[in-house]
């Protein structure tokens, strides 16, 4: 088996199998964004990838896909192997996916460590009724739009230091698209001495709709309470538009949603973030 590095031809006529993880030619972004494709008799058998987030930049992302015909029989993990090879920073890698998938088990094949576990994620709007209001709440219409990147990105900073630290320039990219993919009527704001206290962002460039929630600084006074009145008057909202289902997206150490979350019955599957060791198992 050969490893060169995937071209856009080889993007063009890529089989259906290859294009079930993204595609892009090697060093797309630069030194830490590579892919590859693995041939056998001049045949492509399977193509991996991997690239390091604009918002965190500690860890590789990592997708392989591997021809029908050739799984089962060590090919991925020669795969990982040769991206594993190709870092240019001696970092590890990091994968997702519900708790049942077979990325999963490939990667705690490769010796995984789980660093976040994120809950079922649909909730049904009319569970609504089980939360409490709160004065401090309002639309987050009534709030500048620099307001609204400024409380993403400290919530979003304080919410993964400790598992997954962000980059010293994140802010850019996460709030680069936040104009369009939030739904500010919707979305609701806790408002405690004239600054945004804790939030509840409803994205609409999904369906059903996407809901993420906390408070903007780590320790907030009654943050619980804050977060539950936000998520409250979000899924009024979205009632009032005839919207069944929302899906939440935090994780199991969000201290201040997580409480609201699970008093809404979440259903569905558990989907967990794994670390890689670069090397495999030890």
Do not use: K
Not at 72 to 97: E, H, Y
Not at 116 to 139: E, I, K, T, W
């Amino acid at each position: 088996m050969e490893f060169s590095p995937l071209t856009q031809a080889d993007i063009d006529g890529a089989a259906a199998w290859m294009r079930d993880i993204p595609l892009h030619a090697d060093r797309w972004r630069g030194d830490d964004t590579r892919s590859l494709v693995a041939t056998a008799s001049g045949v492509p058998v399977a193509a991996g990838i991997m690239w390091t987030s604009r918002v965190h930049g500690d860890r590789y992302w990592f997708e392989i896909a591997v021809a029908p015909e050739h799984r089962r029989r060590g090919v991925a993990r020669a795969v990982f192997a040769a991206l594993s090879a190709r870092r240019a920073r001696p970092i590890p890698f990091i994968a997702r996916g519900y708790v049942d998938e077979d990325r999963l088990a490939f990667a705690r094949a490769l010796g995984a460590r789980t660093i976040q576990v994120v809950p079922p994620a649909a909730v049904a709007v009319s569970a609504r009724d089980v939360l409490r209001s709160h004065g401090a709440v309002r639309a987050a219409t009534s709030a500048s739009w620099d307001e609204l990147r400024a409380a993403n990105a400290a919530t979003y900073e304080w919410t993964h230091a400790d598992w997954s630290p962000v980059g010293s320039d994140f802010s850019l990219a996460l709030n680069e698209d936040l104009a369009e993919e939030l739904d500010a009527e919707a979305s609701s704001i806790a408002v405690v001495d004239g600054r945004i206290a804790a939030a509840c962002l409803v994205y609409r460039d999904s369906t059903p709709p996407v809901v993420t929630a906390e408070t903007v600084a780590r320790t907030t006074p009654d943050g619980e309470l804050l977060v539950e009145g936000c998520v409250r008057r979000s899924l009024e909202v979205l009632a009032d538009r005839g919207t069944d289902v929302a899906e939440f997206d935090g994780h199991v150490s969000d201290p201040h949603f997580l409480p609201v979350w699970t008093r809404l019955s979440p259903d569905g599957r558990w989907f967990h973030l794994v670390e890689v060791p670069a090397d495999g198992p030890g």
